[in-house]
């Protein structure tokens, strides 16, 4: 049973500053790529950045100059620094990662349960 979860989101002002974790837990052999991906109120869930396991980074054109993903891969845990935070990147943070378990030969995608940052003064 392998699980994910996230952490880090708030309440921040315009022009803030957070950052968010996500810690893998249980039977892992590997992982793949991590990723990160948000949903605001009334949309589709969107990428927002990526990181493979050779440290290779992909970004949302959104995003890109404001945040920064990194992985730690002793810890299983992947990382979102956002800065010069706006309106509208409120939304619910949800982390990926594809992850080779105990049970099978191959990577399967796993998702946190997301975690809230909401950008309003």
């Known amino acids: 049973q392998v699980q994910l979860v996230e952490s880090g989101g708030g309440l921040v002002q315009p022009g803030g500053s957070l950052r968010l974790s996500c810690a893998a837990s249980?039977?892992?052999?590997?992982?793949?790529?991590m990723g990160w991906y948000r949903q605001a109120p009334g949309k589709e869930r969107e990428l927002v950045a990526t990181i493979t396991s050779g440290g290779s980074t992909n970004y949302a054109d959104s995003v890109k100059g404001r945040f920064t993903i990194s992985r730690d891969n002793a810890k299983n845990t992947v990382y979102l620094q956002m800065n010069s935070l706006r309106p509208e990147d409120t939304a619910v943070y949800y982390c990926k990662m594809g992850i080779i378990d105990g049970s099978d030969y191959y990577a399967k995608a796993y998702w946190g349960k997301g975690t809230l940052v909401t950008v309003s003064s």
């Open positions: 249980g039977s892992i052999f590997s992982i793949n790529a």
